[in-house]
């Protein structure tokens, strides 16, 4: 029996676009100032920066590496208070919501960084509808890119993974690595997932392949959020 729904956050409850300025603009911008380069010139820069470690790489989700690597001379949460107007929910998110929350436990489980995951919760108001949220690089110290994370997230909540569902918008992290400890997972596809919150225009080899290996035995793709109150 189905008792816990997971709901990636980036790209799955809020759009791309608020990690998109905080990452692609105003680290660049901080940058561009602070060197006395144009802001092209920091964006090309930072980006290369960026890619090198890439989304495996747990200090991509870290702001605070990226501001004391570059050396910069703002907080983290002066940052992401500059861009909080960006911070929009998905389309039907309220009403998945609504509908769910009677029927099964809802919870947040991100990659992003705990400062951004509550920044955006708290900006929409959407905080109360998920009994847990979690971080997997602030909580767990560790990217969910493969069965540890999943598993270690089941020992959390106390259930076993053919009790837990996930959704989200990655085809490893929230679909290929779920699916391999079995749990139900769904893969959102639609036009929004594109706008990645982070690094847009960086989707990787590995997500690439993961969208080959995407296994129909343990969850299906969707491209809307509302086709879950017809799967579930």
């Not at 676009?17 to 010139?41: C, D, L, R």
């Not at 955006?120 to 767990?140: K, V």
Request: proline content about 3%; charged content about 25%; hydrophobic content about 40%.
């Amino acid at each position: 029996m189905k008792k816990i729904v997971s709901f990636d956050l980036d790209g799955t409850i809020v759009n791309g676009q608020f990690g998109e300025m905080v990452w692609n603009h105003g680290i660049p911008e901080e940058f561009s100032k602070k060197y006395s380069i144009t802001f092209e010139e920091a964006k090309r820069l930072i980006v290369k920066e960026y890619e090198a470690v890439g989304d495996t790489n747990i200090l991509w989700y870290n702001i605070e590496y990226w501001l004391d690597r570059f050396n910069l001379p703002i907080a983290a949460d002066t940052l992401l208070n500059r861009y909080e107007a960006y911070i929009e929910l998905l389309p039907d998110v309220k009403e998945v919501l609504e509908t769910l929350k009677g029927k099964y436990t809802l919870i947040i489980a991100s990659n992003a960084a705990r400062i951004f995951v509550e920044k955006e919760l708290d900006h929409m108001g959407a905080a109360h509808y998920f009994s847990h949220i979690i971080s997997a690089t602030t909580d767990y110290k560790m990217v969910k890119k493969g069965e540890g994370f999943y598993k270690k997230l089941c020992n959390t909540l106390n259930v076993s993974p053919e009790e837990l569902i996930h959704v989200g918008d990655h085809p490893i992290f929230d679909f290929v690595a779920p699916s391999s400890v079995g749990i139900e997972s769904y893969l959102l596809r639609s036009r929004e997932q594109r706008a990645r919150s982070k690094k847009q225009g960086a989707e990787s080899k590995e997500q690439e392949a993961g969208s080959r290996e995407l296994n129909p035995n343990n969850g299906r793709v969707i491209t809307s959020l509302m086709e879950l109150l017809h799967e579930l």
